[in-house]
């Protein structure tokens, strides 16, 4: 059976740093294109940064360009984002995926969500003023 599980949020003040971890089982994520998604209240689901299977190329939000870098671990079957200087607006779901196999080597340059099939339950992350 296939999972793909998050952890590492949590509640931090403006300004801190939380690192965020996925780990899949029965699915070598470093054979697809993998990503980081956010969900807050009311809003949609929004693409943070994703990775490609080779780990050589990476898609970061605007947003969050400067402050969150996405790496794969050195075990197949691991994913993180390393969030830095984080602001109130940060605060949502955070949600680990791996994308689609027919999407494979094309779905980190846009990052949405559509092209991701497989998904975790998220992890919360809370940032206060």
């Known amino acids: 059976q296939v999972q793909v599980v998050e952890s590492g949020g949590g509640l931090v003040q403006a300004g801190g740093s939380l690192r965020l971890s996925c780990i899949t089982s029965?699915?070598?994520?470093?054979?697809?294109?993998m990503g980081w998604f956010r969900q807050a209240p009311g809003k949609e689901r929004e693409g943070v940064s994703c990775?490609?299977?080779?780990?050589?190329?990476?898609y970061l939000a605007d947003s969050v360009k400067g402050r969150f870098t996405i790496s794969r671990g050195s075990a197949k079957n691991t994913l993180y984002l390393q969030m830095n200087s984080l602001e109130p607006e940060d605060t949502a779901m955070y949600y680990c995926?791996?994308?689609?196999?027919?999407?494979?080597?094309?779905?980190?340059?846009?990052?949405?969500?559509?092209?991701?099939?497989?998904w975790g339950q998220g992890t919360q992350v809370t940032v206060s003023s």
């Open positions: 990775i490609s299977v080779s780990s050589s190329r990476t």
């Open positions: 995926a791996a994308a689609s196999w027919n999407r494979r080597y094309v779905a980190w340059r846009t990052c949405r969500a559509t092209d991701f099939d497989l």
């Open positions: 029965g699915l070598p994520s470093d054979a697809y294109d």
